[in-house]
T-cell receptor, first 113, second 117 residues
Framework: AQTVTQSQPEMSVQEAETVTLSCTYD???????LFWYKQPPSRQMILVIRQEAYKQQNATENRFSVNFQKAAKSFSLKISDSQLGDAAMYFCAYRNRDDKIIFGKGTRLHILP | GAVVSQHPSWVICKSGTSVKIECRSLDFQATTMFWYRQFPKQSLMLMATSNEGSKATYEQGVEKDKFLINHASLTLSTLTVTSAHPEDSSFYICSARVTGGFGETQYFGPGTRLLVL
């Protein structure tokens, strides 16, 4: 069974600074997807970024980028130029061949003004 | 982008009653929908996979007779919590996958907060 581990329950970053959220996963599959989701206080799940396992190039979406290390099964999220609106719970997630999404326990990100 | 709605957004019910939660894909057809449960300050846990026109597949530990799922059309799946008890109080979230198979994006609904008194 696949597992997703986020070892940082909470993190804080100064506004305009850069922060990296860590995520590791375990799987025996070779083809899968990885995601970072943001859950603000409204609790609506928002897709931040997605990475296809067979692509070596790290995904980027504006201020958000990932460092995908397939061999190490590591998938960290870097947020550049942090903004107050980035404050939320961030979930790392793995999607397997059965299309099921397994979520990590989440990292609560605080943005300090 | 694709939109998924849930109704109601929150519901309070008495212990022993049944509650139905709807999940709709508003602007796309969804062959497959997923139901998740999220306890306060915890992660999302997949409860079941709902396929249009067939029986839902439940994750281990989820009582199928307790959580009835019906996916009667390509745009609607319902979750009925039968004989609800206080321990069923939680946040229920659905997601819908655009028809097309593995790799297609799943879109999440806004969630339904259930409180059982």
């Amino acid at each position: 069974a696949q597992t997703v581990t986020q070892s940082q329950p909470e993190m804080s970053v100064q506004e305009a600074e850069t922060v990296t959220l860590s995520c590791t996963y375990d799987t025996s599959e070779s083809d899968y997807y990885l995601f970072w989701y943001k859950q603000p206080p409204s609790r609506q799940m928002i897709l931040v970024i997605r990475q296809e396992a067979y692509k070596q190039q790290n995904a980027t979406e504006n201020r958000f980028s990932v460092n995908f290390q397939k061999a190490a099964k590591s998938f960290s999220l870097k947020i550049s130029d942090s903004q107050l609106g980035d404050a939320a719970m961030y979930f790392c997630a793995y999607r397997n061949r059965d299309d099921k999404i397994i979520f990590g326990k989440g990292t609560r990100l605080h943005i300090l003004p | 982008g694709a939109v998924v709605s849930q109704h109601p957004s929150w519901v309070i019910c008495k212990s022993g009653t049944s509650v139905k939660i709807e999940c709709r894909s508003l602007d796309f057809q969804a062959t497959t929908m997923f139901w998740y449960r999220q306890f306060p300050k915890q992660s999302l846990m997949l409860m079941a996979t709902s396929n249009e026109g067939s029986k839902a597949t439940y994750e281990q530990g989820v009582e199928k007779d307790k959580f009835l799922i019906n996916h009667a059309s390509l745009t609607l799946s319902t979750l009925t919590v039968t004989s609800a008890h206080p321990e069923d109080s939680s946040f229920y979230i659905c997601s819908a996958r655009v028809t097309g198979g593995f790799g297609e994006t799943q879109y999440f609904g806004p969630g339904t907060r259930l409180l059982v008194l």
